[in-house]
């Protein structure tokens, strides 16, 4: 995306784009005036207690490393250099396949260290009737700051590197805009929308940002140490700026709810929209 791209984007935005751009920016300045511009945002958040060691995190780290690693050596060895779509299908199928066994350490993880085990976690079947809906607000309050992240980073890269200077697309909405086979398109909406989500809430926002705030006592800093962590955890930096916008919202949401259900619908919804965009092109 160059800077004639991005005038071209600003004028042709459609009237509902315009309407949910205003609503979350409603939304916004709502929650800015109700907790004192987010000084009061988290008053009452109970930490959640725990007895993690600094350690922890990275078993699941580890646990997942080695699963995908070990399932791209072996899809090496038996199916040798795939290319195109069915490279595409297996390195996907791989990836999801490869968090389960890190999601599976959390669980126990949440159920030995936590109190109250995996309610203490934030996971917690009975919140999901208050959660959801609450987590399409926070979706629609976010995504506008999210975008104008996108063009205010493509703007100074623009001016910075050149006109010549194209924001990165995401490598999955690259590869499911590029491939129209159905079995390529199902398997990265799973791992995009249901699976990844779920690992990397219960990994950064359940694991780690429970343990920073632990040692800071500061839930804002936990969330702005947690949120810069998960952005950088992401390839193309140029997309740090929205993610690191997206995080602090999911990072809020699970210290103000407790609940880790919520900043997973989060996730999830984002990561959906993102894909249908995408596939809508």
Not at 131 to 139: E, G, I, Q, R, T
Not at 199 to 211: K, V
Not at 226 to 238: E, G, K, L, V
Not at 274 to 281: F, K, R
Request: aromatic share 10%.
């Amino acid at each position: 995306m160059n800077i004639e791209d991005l005038k071209e984007i600003l004028t042709e935005i459609s009237i509902p784009d315009l309407i949910v751009c205003l609503a979350g920016l409603l939304l916004f300045a709502c929650w800015l005036l109700r907790t004192s511009f987010g000084r009061r945002a988290l008053v009452g958040s109970v930490p959640r207690r725990n007895r993690m060691g600094v350690y922890i995190p990275l078993i699941p780290y580890a646990v997942c490393s080695a699963t995908v690693w070990l399932g791209l050596l072996i899809k090496e060895k038996l199916l040798g250099e795939l290319v195109g779509w069915q490279s595409i299908f297996t390195d996907n199928l791989i990836l999801t396949v490869g968090v389960l066994p890190a999601m599976a350490v959390i669980i126990v993880i949440a159920r030995i260290s936590f109190a109250r085990r995996l309610t203490g976690f934030g996971l917690n079947t009975r919140t999901i009737r208050a959660d959801f809906p609450a987590a399409l607000v926070n979706l629609l309050t976010i995504m506008p700051i999210v975008m104008a992240m996108i063009l205010l980073t493509t703007y100074v890269n623009t001016w910075i590197v050149g006109p010549g200077f194209e924001m990165p697309q995401h490598a999955e909405l690259k590869q499911i805009a590029s491939c129209p086979q159905l079995p390529v398109r199902v398997m990265i909406l799973v791992s995009a929308v249901l699976v990844i989500p779920v690992f990397e809430e219960m990994f950064f926002r359940g694991i780690i940002q429970t343990m920073i705030r632990s040692f800071l006592r500061r839930p804002w800093a936990s969330i702005v140490t947690t949120s810069a962590i998960f952005a950088a955890f992401h390839q193309d930096m140029p997309h740090w700026p929205a993610l690191f916008a997206l995080a602090l919202c999911l990072g809020y949401s699970y210290e103000k709810s407790g609940s880790l259900l919520r900043p997973i619908f989060i996730h999830s919804l984002f990561n959906a929209v993102m894909v249908m965009g995408t596939l809508s092109q």
